[in-house]
C-alpha cells in the first residue's frame, strides 16, 4: 500500500488518544515500532497535548520506515480558521520536535469555515516544507474532491468498523482514487455470535477477525486500533496474517 509516496507493508497502525506522557508511555511507542508499526496517529487535543509530547519523545528523529501523523482543526464552529490551524500546526511541530509533519489532518470540517479555506492554510505549510503530506477525516466523498482541488490528498481518515458502516462510498472512492482510508474506532461495535465462530476456527481472537475483515473490505484500509497495551498491539498486528475465506467475509458484512 501506498501512503503517497511512502511505502507501507505493515497495514495495522497505532492509535491511542488515552496515552499521557509517562517514561511507561515513552517506552511503549519505542516498542511499538520496534514491534512492526509503520503509522502512528495522533491529533493536537488527544490527552491535551500529552500525546504528541510523548512520541515527540520517544519518536524523534522519526525511526526509519516510520510515519507520524497528526491532526488539527478539531473542536466545532470556527476550529478550521487559519488562524486557529497555523497555530496548533506551530504547536504540533514543538510537541513532536520535528521541523516536518509527514501526514497532517484536517481533522473536522468546520461549518463556518470553506473546507477549501482550511485546506489552504495547510497548503501553506506544504510549499514551506514544514508537511510532507495531507489528509482529512470525517468527511463525505463530496468533501474529499473538495479537498483534492486544493491539495493532494494521501489519506481519509473516518468513524468505520463492523457496525458503523456509512462510510462504504467513501471508503470506495478511496480505493478507485488511490486514496489510504483509516477507519477510527476500527475495534467498535456489538459483539456479534458470528465472530466468535469465525475467531475460534482461525485460533484468533474477535478483534483480530475485525481486523482482518477491515483488511479484506479493501487494499486501501489502514485501521488504527488504539492500545495502551504491548500485547494487545502484537495481537492486533498478526491481524495482517489471517485470511477470511469468500464465506466468512460475506456472514460479517
Ligand atoms: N479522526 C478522528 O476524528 C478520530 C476520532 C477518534 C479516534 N481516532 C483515532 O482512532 C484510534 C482508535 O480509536 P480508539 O483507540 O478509541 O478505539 P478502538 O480502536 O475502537 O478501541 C480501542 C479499545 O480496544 C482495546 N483493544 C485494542 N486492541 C485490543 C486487543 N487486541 N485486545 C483487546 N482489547 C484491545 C483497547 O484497550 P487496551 O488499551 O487495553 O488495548 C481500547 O479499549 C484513536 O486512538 C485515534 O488515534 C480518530
Redesign the pocket.
Known amino acids: 500500500m501506498k501512503l503517497g509516496d511512502f511505502e507501507i507493508t505493515n497495514r495495522i497502525g ?6 499521557t506522557n509517562t517514561r511507561a508511555n515513552v517506552a511503549f511507542d519505542r516498542a511499538s515500532v520496534a514491534a512492526g508499526v509503520q503509522t502512528v ?3 493536537h487535543p ?1 490527552t491535551g497535548g500529552q500525546r504528541e509530547e510523548t512520541i515527540g519523545l520517544a519518536l524523534h528523529p522519526t525511526p526509519e520506515g516510520c510515519i507520524v501523523a497528526t ?1 488539527g482543526g ?1 473542536g466545532g464552529p470556527g476550529r478550521g480558521r487559519p488562524e486557529v490551524l497555523r497555530a496548533e500546526i506551530e504547536e504540533s511541530l514543538r510537541r513532536l520536535r520535528t521541523d516536518v509533519i509527514q501526514l497532517y ?1 484536517l ?2 470540517v468546520d461549518p463556518d469555515t470553506p473546507i477549501e479555506v482550511s485546506l489552504g492554510a495547510i497548503k501553506e505549510y506544504v510549499e514551506r516544507g514544514k508537511i510532507v503530506r495531507v489528509g482529512v ?2 468527511v463525505t466523498v463530496e468533501q474529499v474532491e473538495r479537498a483534492r482541488k486544493v491539495v493532494p490528498i494521501v489519506a481519509v ?3 468505520y ?1 463492523l457496525s458503523e458502516r456509512k462510510y462504504e462510498a467513501v471508503v470506495d472512492h478511496c480505493e478507485r482514487e488511490g486514496i489510504v482510508f ?7 461495535g456489538e459483539a456479534r455470535p458470528e465472530l466468535s465462530r469465525i475467531a475460534k476456527k482461525h485460533g484468533a ?1 474477535a ?2 477477525i475485525t481486523l482482518a475483515w477491515l483488511l479484506r473490505r479493501s487494499p486501501a484500509m489502514l ?7 504491548l ?3 502484537k ?2 498486528l498478526a491481524a495482517t496474517r489471517i485470511e477470511l475465506t469468500d464465506e466468512e467475509f460475506e456472514t460479517l458484512r
Not at 483509516?182 to 467498535?188: H, I, S, T, Y
Not at 485501521?223 to 497495551?229: D, E, H, K
Request: no cysteine; glycine share 4%; hydrophobic share 25%.
Open positions: 497505532l492509535g491511542t488518544n488515552r496515552l496517529d495522533t491529533a488527544y491532526k478539531f489532518y481533522h473536522r477525516s470525517e481518515q473516518n468513524h468498523n483509516v477507519p477510527f474506532f476500527p475495534l467498535r481472537t478483534r483480530q485501521p488504527i486500533p488504539g492500545t495502551l497495551s500485547e494487545h498491539l495481537e492486533n
